[in-house]
Nanobody, 123 residues
C-alpha cells in the first residue's frame, strides 16, 4: 500500500516562496512506470494540476504554473513543490499524488493521493 503525506507551512506571506514536501511510503519514487505530481484546489474552485516529476527526475509543468518548480530527494523518498512570489490567489489545499503510466504523455491515472494540506497566503 502506497502512502503519501504532504507537509509544510500552513501560512505563507505574499511575495514569499511556498515550499511543500511529499513523503512517500510503500514505494520508491524512482520506480519505473510512475510519476509524482502536485495538484491544488483553491477555495470554491476545481482541482488544478501543477506539474509532475518522473521516475528519472524529469519535470513537466502546467503552462499556467510558471512560478512552480518540483524537485526530489531520492535518499528520503520525497519530492517537493516550490511556488515563488505567492499571492492570495495561491491559497489552496495542496495535494501530492502518484501518476500511473509509462512516462510523460502516457500517464493515465492518479492512483494514490495524499490527504492534502491547507496553505493560506496572507500577511
Amino acid at each position: 500500500q502506497v502512502q503519501l503525506q504532504e507537509s509544510g507551512p500552513g501560512l505563507v506571506k505574499p511575495s514569499q516562496t511556498l515550499s511543500l514536501t511529499c513523503t512517500v511510503a510503500g514505494g520508491s519514487i524512482t520506480t519505473n512506470y510512475y510519476g509524482w505530481s502536485w495538484i491544488r484546489q483553491p477555495p470554491g474552485k476545481g482541482l488544478e494540476w501543477m506539474g509532475v516529476i518522473t521516475n528519472d527526475g524529469s519535470t513537466y509543468y502546467s503552462p499556467s504554473q510558471s512560478r512552480t518548480s518540483i524537485s526530489r530527494d531520492t535518499s528520503k523518498n520525497q519530492f517537493s513543490l516550490q511556488v515563488r512570489s505567492v499571492t492570495p490567489e495561491d491559497t489552496a489545499v495542496y495535494y501530492c499524488a502518484r501518476l500511473e503510466g509509462a512516462g510523460w504523455g502516457s500517464y493515465y491515472a492518479m492512483d494514490y493521493w495524499g490527504k492534502g494540506t491547507q496553505v493560506t497566503v496572507s500577511s
